[in-house]
């Protein structure tokens, strides 16, 4: 998640999935873990002790060994598989048959390493009536065969193809029956697969193929760590789970809460153990996320996870105070610590404000010290609901900036930063904290911005007050990231930031600029509400230096960003340093876009048409930032002419990011940009005008209408599309009247 701590790292690392046979196995179950073996090729599921007096004794499960002949046969559809000659409608024929004469030894046939991988193709291969064939056959040994290192790789290709077939209207029925009593077997005794590393593996793609989410979804399948550090310093008022737009095709809803609630139907034993198990930690992870925003469900369910009784849920009070010691310890625990993070952040409004309350008031810091328990505390601050609970944990924290720095629980005051964004609160505050962390009263401030870049150096230097800039060395990530959400707060709040990075020496500011974390410190600067004369400081320093930062990998955007943010004399600046290395640059990977970009083509052969194009840009950009701007008079000089102080006129960059890229795309083409700035600015200024009168000088509505203006756009055959709203002549009547 960022943080120094590599304890956390280790428990966050899964045994890998990985198909490379070890030495002394090269069959059957190389991996014995989490398995009770009784004999060579043997194996005796384990009796979850809920069902130890309700179920029949499980028979024992003897691996019998593949006969050569069935070995031939697989071989020969292998080799036969492999080759060109065979086309689709006799593909999946052959791999029908193929399973028809794998009946009654799937076992034995999945389990093996080498036709294991046959197996895959067949299942891949086959039609949806030999495919739930294969799976209604072998659903009383499915947990087996999922529990083993090379059948867990057949079940796995089994539901991802049973999910390609959920289109086919006519198949819904009959993968709905095959998956029923699939789930039917596993929860009969659900502890053993969920606890065992391959096990855990197919359970949650099960999960998510009842969820309606793709299998192989990062969101549910181990999110990068950076990808959940991302979603928690994003300062939109979003929601990080139960997100629309994963859940990309047909679902079964009613057979994943029955699967959730079934599986977690133990022992308070056996919950004990599924609470601090890493592999069953990540299958409750994924039900949790695909269950978010079920309310009366999800709330038993995380109550049962809390360990507390499923009844509370029907109750004003959920949490026991005699449960919260219990919960507090189990935090430290690495799987558990894991699991209470999708906790936090899922749980319906009532709970988590009595979680907020009970659990973790008066143990914010002690939590945020912990290597394990800090990741949590990060979740449940991104998640913080209130202006009041963020009062609550600022007396907590807020005063501790400093010593979590120092602890390198960096993560927690990211977190603290990007919630008081967020809620818009404390954020005065929190700057205050921040510079006080790493610059005394008796130093320049010019020192704040390098060493929260080097964060973790500084912290580590003995002698702080002379520390100087490392060469070479590679900046701190959570220091970027830091810097990236300071930037993200209103110009007055962060002068002391600001007044740093523009004072930095030119060779700081370059090694800065090809760090792939300092890159994202200045492209946060330049895309901030700071004035246009202290962007224009900082991109002078980069002058001459722009195309040796274009053959880095992350230049191009730090370059586009300074492109956009500059006047004419300097955009020239920037393509003349580009076109002296144009054919080295065009061999990147973003090299064409970055050309393309800024029109170099045009720049070396037509530098005038090129010099008029980027001016009627700029003048465009201020046309509509006066027409849709809040209606100051504040029109930047001929020395600050800068395209980015048109976002002062306007609450939503995205939109005007929108607009610039509509702009961009009418004057892409010479005829139609005199047409569009003659006809479409005169529209939005008469809209402006005619506008009602709670609607002008009001930016927030202004900056929104220019996504009600559609823009005539380009066929491509030279003709104008026409607007979409047109009004009919009905309508047009209506209007005179």
Not at 363 to 384: D, E, M, P
């Amino acid at each position: 998640m960022g943080e120094e701590d590599n304890s956390y790292k280790q428990g966050r690392k899964k045994k890998g999935m990985g198909r490379k046979a070890r030495k002394e196995s090269f069959s059957f179950d190389g991996d014995n873990s989490n398995k009770n073996v009784s004999g060579p090729g043997t194996f005796r599921p384990k009796k979850s002790s809920k069902h130890q007096n309700t179920l029949e004794p499980q028979p024992l499960v003897i691996r019998k060994q593949v006969d050569p002949e069935t070995v031939k046969y697989f071989s020969e559809i292998a080799n036969l598989l492999e080759s060109n000659g065979v086309d689709f409608e006799e593909r999946s024929v052959i791999c029908g048959n193929a399973l028809e004469e794998a009946k009654g030894k799937e076992f034995e046939l999945a389990t093996d390493y080498i036709i294991s991988h046959t197996f895959q193709t067949l299942l891949e291969g086959c039609d949806i009536e030999h495919l739930c064939g294969f799976l209604q056959s072998c659903a009383n040994i499915f947990p087996l065969i999922a529990m083993d290192r090379s059948g867990s790789h057949v079940a796995e290709t089994a539901l991802k193809s049973l999910a390609t077939q959920l289109q086919d209207n006519e198949a819904f029925s009959a993968i709905e029956e095959t998956l029923t009593t699939i789930c039917k077997v596993i929860v009969a005794n659900p502890v053993d697969m969920m606890c065992n590393c391959y096990g855990s593996h197919v359970l949650r793609s099960l999960l998510c193929l009842c969820g309606g989410v793709a299998i192989d979804s990062p969101v549910f399948h181990g999110a990068k760590p950076s990808t959940i550090l991302a979603e928690r310093l994003n300062l939109n008022d979003t929601r990080p789970f139960g997100n629309d737009s994963v859940y990309c095709q047909q679902g079964f809803p009613s057979l994943l809460k029955f699967l959730v609630s079934e599986m977690l139907k133990c022992t308070s034993e056996d919950i004990k153990i599924l609470q601090v198990d890493q592999y069953s930690s990540l299958v409750l992870q994924t039900a949790l996320k695909l269950l978010a925003g079920q309310g009366q469900e999800l709330t038993q369910i995380i109550l049962i996870l809390l360990g507390c009784k499923e009844e509370n849920s029907k109750q004003e009070s959920f949490i026991e105070t005699t449960a919260v010691g219990e919960i507090v310890g189990l935090m430290k625990e690495t799987a558990y610590s894991h699991l209470m993070e999708v906790i936090v952040g899922v749980s319906p409004e009532s709970l988590y404000d009595e979680m907020f309350t009970k659990v973790f008031k008066n143990s914010l810091f002690k939590l945020s010290s912990h290597h394990c328990g800090n990741f949590v505390i990060q979740a449940l601050v991104s998640q913080a609901r209130s202006q009041e609970q963020m009062e609550l944990i600022w007396e907590e924290l807020g005063p501790r900036f400093t010593d979590l720095l120092e602890m390198g629980r960096s993560g927690v005051v990211a977190s603290l930063i990007a919630a008081s964004k967020r809620l818009h609160t404390h954020e005065h505050k929190c700057c205050q904290a921040l510079v006080a962390a790493v610059c005394s009263p008796n130093e320049s401030p010019r020192c704040i911005v390098p060493r929260i870049l080097f964060l973790e150096n500084y912290l580590a230097f003995e002698d702080r007050s002379n520390w100087d800039w490392p060469s070479g060395m590679k900046m701190h990530v959570m220091g970027s990231l830091i810097l990236q959400a300071i930037f993200r707060f209103q110009s007055e709040l962060i002068q002391p930031f600001i007044n740093s990075l523009i004072s930095m020496e030119i060779d700081h500011v370059l090694q800065t600029a090809k760090d792939a974390g300092g890159a994202r410190v200045i492209e946060a600067f330049l895309g901030s509400n700071a004035s246009g004369k202290q962007k224009h400081r900082l991109i002078m320093k980069l002058r001459g230096h722009f195309g040796e930062l274009a053959m880095h990998s992350s230049g191009p955007f730090t370059i586009e960003k300074c492109f956009t943010a500059s006047n004419i004399s300097l955009r020239e600046a920037i393509a003349s340093d580009l076109l002296a290395v144009q054919t080295e640059l065009s061999k990147t990977k973003h090299g064409p876009y970055l050309l393309r970009k800024i029109d170099i083509d045009r720049f070396a052969n037509r530098p005038d048409q090129w010099r008029s194009r980027q001016t009627s840009k700029q003048s465009t950009y201020e046309e509509f930032s006066t027409a849709f701007g809040s209606g100051e008079k504040n029109k930047p000089s001929k020395s600050d002419s800068f395209l980015v102080d048109a976002s002062k006129n306007t609450s939503h960059p995205k939109d005007l990011k929108k607009m610039r890229e509509e702009i961009d795309h009418h004057l892409s083409s010479e005829k139609n940009a005199k047409n569009y700035m003659a006809n479409d600015i005169k529209k939005a200024k008469y809209k402006k005008s005619h506008a009602a009168p709670e609607m002008v000088g009001t930016s927030k509505k202004a900056v929104e209408s220019i996504q009600q203006i559609p823009f005539l756009s380009d066929d491509g055959k030279g003709k104008k599309r026409q607007r979409k709203d047109k009004p009919s002549k009905a309508s047009k009547k209506k209007l005179k009247v």
